[in-house]
């Protein structure tokens, strides 16, 4: 996450950013929704072994082509390369750039350290989106865990057919694109028509439209859980998710993005760092939070936190600017 974000700051302009961000989005939403289509009917045919040897051949080939074949993105890299090459090619170790002050690769590593730490704890920006990032995948992470009570105790779904349902999350997060691209689009022409710049704030739309639809999907998967009433509403509150999540997680990577420019893998990495290390710890509890609490009322617990988190987005929108004064390393 960290690593590709940054390299579409480097790949990419500001304006140029808006029509390509949402596609690169989709791999840690899209990726965490697809998989588990596959491996249930692979669990479920071959036995859950198989599930891990796919993992470990795909993501192993995936790793040799990532090797083999992504070109580095990073300018100041890129140009430490090229002094090096001249300093063997001319013997002279005048070719030398700011980078190449900077000392070996422990210093390097170092310092990014030390950096990266500034931005996890006191980076007010980052601060704040961690804790917005978590509680939301607290509550995603928390929400797809119960999919087996949703819709195999109650649905008696198979291993296969349950985790079908997660197509439905993947089908919102692929409708969600067109309407980003769109919002991104109306807010480009009205900022070429003032001749202005579009705000990291501004980055932030999609998600101040769509943040009532995260509680109210998880309300209406909630009280509708029942029997007597179809899975398919359960599968509608589903993708209803889905195109609120992609919405918010687009929309405030994108903010991250802009408002720190070549600093944003930096930003990416605190933010994602503290995001998976807290909600994935989390999903221990949420088994038996389900069986004490019942799928309704466990829903119910995440719609209420989700409500809490809904007026977010328009905090930022309205105070994000005031906020990035303080930062050290914003850009914008």
């Not at 919405?247 to 600093?263: E, K």
């Given at each position: 996450m960290a690593i590709y974000g940054g390299s579409l700051a480097d790949l990419f302009e500001r304006e140029e950013r808006a029509s390509v961000w949402p596609f690169f989005a989709l791999s840690p939403l899209l990726g965490p929704t697809l998989a588990p289509i596959a491996s249930g009917w692979i669990a479920e045919y071959f036995?859950?072994?198989?599930?891990?040897?796919?993992?470990?051949?795909?993501?192993?080939?995936?790793?040799?082509?990532?090797?083999?074949?992504?070109?580095?993105?990073?300018?100041?890299?890129?140009?430490?390369?090229?002094?090096?090459?001249?300093?063997?090619?001319?013997?002279?170790?005048?070719?030398?750039?700011?980078?190449?002050?900077?000392?070996?690769?422990f210093d390097l590593l170092r310092s990014r350290l030390l950096r990266i730490t500034s931005f996890i704890l006191t980076e007010p920006t980052t601060v704040l989106f961690e804790l917005y990032l978590t509680l939301l995948y607290v509550l995603v992470y928390g929400f797809l865990e119960g999919f087996q009570y949703i819709f195999t105790d109650t649905y008696d779904f198979s291993t296969g057919e349950r985790y079908s349902s997660f197509a439905a999350i993947a089908i919102g997060i692929l409708v969600a694109i067109p309407y980003i691209l769109l919002i991104y689009h109306f807010a480009s022409v009205r900022s070429k028509r003032n001749s202005t710049t579009i705000s990291p704030e501004g980055r932030l739309l999609p998600s101040l439209f769509t943040s009532p639809l995260l509680p109210i999907a998880l309300?209406?998967?909630?009280?509708?859980?029942?029997?007597?009433?179809?899975?398919?509403?359960?599968?509608?509150?589903?993708?209803?998710?889905?195109?609120?999540?992609?919405?918010?997680?687009?929309?405030?990577?994108?903010?991250?993005?802009?408002?720190?420019?070549?600093?944003?893998?930096?930003?990416?990495?605190?933010?994602?760092?503290?995001?998976?290390?807290?909600?994935?710890?989390?999903?221990?509890?949420?088994?038996?939070?389900?069986?004490?609490?019942?799928?309704?009322?466990?829903?119910?617990?995440?719609?209420?936190?989700?409500v809490l988190l809904a007026p977010v987005p328009w905090a930022f929108w309205r105070y994000g600017s005031k906020i990035r004064e303080k930062s050290k390393w914003a850009e914008s």
């Open positions: 036995g859950w072994r198989w599930v891990e040897w796919s993992t470990l051949i795909i993501s192993s080939a995936i790793f040799v082509l990532a090797i083999l074949f992504l070109p580095e993105t990073l300018g100041p890299t890129i140009l430490s390369w090229k002094a090096r090459l001249l300093r063997e090619e001319t013997g002279n170790d005048k070719y030398k750039t700011e980078r190449d002050e900077q000392g070996g690769p309300f209406w998967m909630g009280f509708t859980n029942r029997l007597d009433i179809s899975y398919w509403s359960n599968l509608s509150a589903c993708f209803v998710l889905g195109f609120a999540l992609m919405a918010l997680f687009t929309s405030a990577y994108h903010y991250l993005l802009d408002a720190y420019g070549t600093n944003s893998s930096s930003a990416l990495g605190a933010v994602t760092f503290v995001r998976y290390a807290v909600s994935g710890g989390v999903v221990i509890a949420t088994n038996p939070l389900y069986e004490a609490l019942t799928v309704r009322w466990m829903l119910t617990l995440l719609g209420g936190i989700a």
